[in-house]
C-alpha cells in the first residue's frame, strides 16, 4: 500500500511562492501518475495537477494554469508542485495522490495534507 507524505506548505503573502512535496513509499513510485488536490474550508476537494507516470504530460485546472508547475523525481519517489504568483483563492489543504491521469479522478489514499494559506 502506498503511503504519501505532503510537505512544504506554509503562510504566504499574495504573490508569493510555496514548493510542496510529496514523498511516496510502499510501492514502485514509477507505476502511477500522480496528482495534486486541494480542499478549502467548507468546499469540496479539487483537482489542482497532474502528471503522468513518465513526466512527460502534465494537466492543470484553468485557474493555477501559468502559475503552477508539477514536476516528479521517480528515484526519489517525489512529486513536487512549484506555486508561484499565490493568490488568495489558492488557500487551502493540499494533498497528493495517485491519479487517472485523462479523467483526474485520485485513486488510493491521501496523505495527511499540508496547509497553505496566503493573505491577501
Known amino acids: 500500500q502506498v503511503q504519501l507524505v505532503e510537505s512544504g506548505g506554509g503562510l504566504v503573502q499574495a504573490g508569493g511562492s510555496l514548493r510542496l512535496s510529496c514523498a511516496a513509499s510502499g510501492r514502485t513510485f514509477s507505476t502511477y501518475h500522480m496528482g495534486w488536490f486541494r480542499q478549502a474550508p467548507g468546499k469540496e476537494r479539487e483537482f489542482v495537477a497532474a502528471i503522468s507516470r513518465s513526466g512527460g504530460r502534465t494537466d492543470y485546472t484553468d485557474s493555477v494554469k501559468g502559475r503552477f508547475t508539477i514536476s516528479k523525481d521517480n528515484a526519489k519517489n517525489t512529486v513536487y508542485l512549484q506555486m508561484n504568483s499565490l493568490k488568495a483563492d489558492d488557500t487551502g489543504v493540499y494533498y497528493c495522490?495517485?491519479?487517472?491521469?485523462?479523467?483526474?479522478?485520485?485513486?488510493?489514499?491521501w496523505g495527511q495534507g499540508t496547509q497553505v494559506t496566503v493573505s491577501s
Open positions: 495522490s495517485a491519479i487517472s491521469f485523462g479523467d483526474r479522478a485520485p485513486i488510493g489514499s
